[in-house]
């Protein structure tokens, strides 16, 4: 596409000339295919692209007052970043980022008409190829539960062994095993699948006690699809400031990142992730005075009640007009009253820790479906409050929702999937028990959802939204640390390549170190 704009208009025009009404808005996105493709070709199929490219985009920001106006650009108009030399030309920066990437502006409480709101385009069976892909994570990532898997691994067979592990209990992420060997990332001094385990601990088994139930022969799958939006055109505004840096000498540049900070006490910053589509905002931590504050642990009576802390949440996204038209009702986090204290060797439990910060979960929904986390919890908008302030701290995964869908065959053999589930789910993991001495821990009948799955190929991350069945708890566990759902994934192709569950091997009880007899050497001096 190496032609002038006026060029690339005109053949345009010829091919569909109701385009001229919106010619300004297809300049934006020309100069983005300009630098994205160069070797895009002008014909029909283009033109299909760019219709369907102008539908996804809202129309041009709003010149209207501040009280009945743009959120984007009226009430962050008013924000500095931190570098005072900066402030002014920052500033113009801000207001041209916003009004180009128009994260946002809602145009309104009426619902989305932005970036944000939810765009689904139709792709033909099995448009996503394997979804398991090369490897289930990057080699040297640190996946939290000590698994190492390289671009070049595969999925073990039905007759490989089960890799062999420590147990560790992070959270409520399912284990995933190591199949190569490498460089722990869960610590020192290990082995790649080596994790530290709890002691003491109680192991549990999964009962199923649920109903009868059947899946569908085949189901939709998500995958989210990034695009670089306005991001070019914020590059014309930072030439334009006065850095001291000749910016034009580099090339095809792009912005990444854009960070916005109230300058108050109390005061919030906002990073916009350009490529990646995401939004966050946390408490400008330099300006939360806590000075004089000595800390002391919160009493379980102090903490609020859970529709206390909603409304907190609920306060804030509509003052910052953050909308939630496709998100479901809010949830609280209280996995910490889930979870048990261990049960000591004197019989006694430790003091349970309360949380100075709660999250409040507004799940994702696609269609009639709310979308889950692989550990069982649900995915979406997190406003975290804090417990003793009172007040929201920071709001995390306001992302872009632009999705393509593909059809993918699913498991109808009922009892595979149940057996995935008393194993722990797709990794399964489970402590051994001694003397056959594990709590019982009682599944209900399953829920169809979204799972958020991540597919791997050379070395880049995608996102995807699998069809998953989610067994939960019928109550909490009175010593086992089990978590209160078990996901297992629908797609067949999944579970035909899913490892065998690892072999746990708990860690020997300690010993209390011996008594220092001798004094110790003086040092060097």
């Known amino acids: 596409m190496n032609k002038s704009i006026d060029q690339i208009l005109a053949e345009l025009y010829e091919i569909d000339p109701t385009l001229r009404a919106e ?142 592990m420590a147990f560790g209990m992070g959270g409520d992420g399912a284990l995933a095993p190591s199949t190569i060997e490498g460089r722990s990332q869960s610590g020192g001094g290990g082995t790649a699948g080596m994790t530290i385990a709890p002691w003491p601990y109680t192991p549990w088994e999964y009962r199923y006690a649920g109903d009868a139930f059947e899946t569908p022969a085949d189901g939709s799958v998500y995958k989210r699809i990034k695009s670089s939006r306005s991001a070019a055109d914020l590059v014309p505004a930072l030439r334009r400031m006065n850095f001291d840096i000749a910016l034009d000498t580099f090339s095809a540049l792009t912005v990444r990142n854009l960070e916005v900070v109230e300058n108050r006490d109390y005061g919030y910053a906002i ?105 069982g919890m649900p995915y979406g908008i997190v406003v975290t409050v804090d417990a003793r302030e009172r007040k929201a701290m920071n709001v995390g995964n306001i992302n872009t929702l632009d999705f393509q869908k593909s059809s993918y065959a699913l498991e109808q053999n ?54 998953a069945l989610r067994f939960e708890a019928a109550k909490a566990p009175q010593n086992a640390w089990a978590p209160r759902a078990v996901m297992v994934p629908l797609v067949k192709e999944i579970l035909d390549q899913a490892p065998p569950p690892p072999v746990i091997m708990p860690l020997e009880k300690m010993s209390p170190p011996e008594a220092v007899t001798q004094p110790l050497p003086a040092p060097d001096r």
Not at 279 to 285: G, L, P, Q, V, Y
Not at 296 to 319: G, R, W
Not at 415 to 437: D, Q, S, V, W
């Open 23 to 164: 010619e300004d808005r297809i300049k934006i996105i020309i100069r983005e295919f300009s630098l994205m493709k160069p070797d895009t070709k002008l014909d029909t199929a283009f033109v299909t692209r760019l219709r369907a490219e102008l539908k996804k985009r809202p129309l041009p920001m709003r010149s209207a007052a501040p009280n009945g106006g743009s959120f984007a650009i009226w009430r962050l108009a008013s924000l500095e970043l931190r570098r005072s030399g900066f402030a002014y030309g920052a500033l113009a920066l801000v207001i041209v980022a916003l009004a180009g990437v128009t994260y946002l502006d809602y145009g309104g409480s009426g619902g989305q008409s932005g970036v944000l709101a939810l765009n689904i385009e139709e792709a033909g069976a099995r448009a996503f190829g394997d979804l398991v892909g090369a490897s289930a994570t990057p080699k040297g990532s640190d996946t939290g539960s000590g698994q190492e898997l390289g671009a070049d691994a595969t999925a073990p067979s039905d007759a490989s062994p089960a890799p062999m």
């Open 271 to 375: 990073n916009v992730n350009v490529p990646e589509g995401m939004i966050t905002i946390n408490a400008d931590w330099e300006r939360w005075h806590r000075e004089g504050k000595e800390y002391q642990p919160l009493a379980e009576s102090e903490v609020p009640a859970s529709e206390t802390l909603i409304s907190i949440a609920d306060a804030f996204l509509s003052e910052h007009r953050i909308d939630t038209s496709h998100y479901g009702a809010p949830v609280v986090d209280d996995g910490w009253r889930w979870y048990p204290q261990p049960l000591l060797e004197d019989g006694t439990r430790p003091a349970r820790y309360i949380p100075d910060m709660i999250s409040v979960i507004y799940p994702l929904k696609i269609g009639d479906l709310e979308v889950y986390e692989e550990g």
């Open 414 to 467: 009922v009892e595979r999937l149940k057996e995935f589930a008393l194993r722990g789910g797709l990794y399964g993991g489970m402590l051994p028990a001694e003397n056959g001495n594990a709590e019982t821990v009682a599944l209900g009948t399953p829920e169809f959802v979204l799972m958020r799955f991540w597919r791997y190929t050379n070395f880049r991350g995608e996102e995807l939204l699998i069809p």
